[in-house]
Nanobody
Framework: QVQLVESGGGLVQAGGSLRLSCAASGRTFSSYTMGWFRQAPGKEREFVVAISWSGRNTYNADSVKGRFTISRDNAKNTVYLQMNSLNPEDTAVYYC???????????????????WGQGTQVTVSS
C-alpha cells in the first residue's frame, strides 16, 4: 500500500516556474513507477510525465517536452516535477500516481496506475 501526498502547487504568472513534490509512504517506494497527471476543468485527466522505478528512464507528454522534468529521490521517498515556461494551458489539478513495476520503461496510461494522491492546484495567469 502506498499513500501519496502532493505539495508545491499555487498561482504563477505565464513564463514562470513551479516545483511540485510528491511524498510517498511505504518501504518499497523504489520499486514503484511514478507519474504525474493533470486534469483541467471539463477535461479528462491526462498524462504529463513519468519516471521508472530506477530513475533511469522518463517519458514526457509532447505538450510538456523541454519544459517539465520529473525526478525522484528514493532515499527520501519523493518524486518531483519541475515545471518551467508555464503557460495558461498548464492550469490544472496535478496528481501524483504510482504503480509497482520492474519494467525499465514507465507507462503513460492512467489505467496502469493504482495509487493516486489528492491533487494540487496549479494556476497560470496570463
Amino acid at each position: 500500500q502506498v499513500q501519496l501526498v502532493e505539495s508545491g502547487g499555487g498561482l504563477v504568472q505565464a513564463g514562470g516556474s513551479l516545483r511540485l513534490s510528491c511524498a510517498a509512504s511505504g518501504r518499497t517506494f523504489s520499486s514503484y513507477t511514478m507519474g504525474w497527471f493533470r486534469q483541467a476543468p471539463g477535461k479528462e485527466r491526462e498524462f504529463v510525465v513519468a519516471i521508472s522505478w530506477s530513475g533511469r528512464n522518463t517519458y514526457n507528454a509532447d505538450s510538456v517536452k523541454g519544459r517539465f522534468t520529473i525526478s525522484r529521490d528514493n532515499a527520501k521517498n519523493t518524486v518531483y516535477l519541475q515545471m518551467n515556461s508555464l503557460n495558461p494551458e498548464d492550469t490544472a489539478v496535478y496528481y501524483c500516481a504510482a504503480y509497482e513495476s520492474g519494467s525499465r520503461y514507465p507507462s503513460s496510461s492512467r489505467y496502469d496506475y493504482n495509487y493516486w494522491g489528492q491533487g494540487t492546484q496549479v494556476t497560470v495567469s496570463s
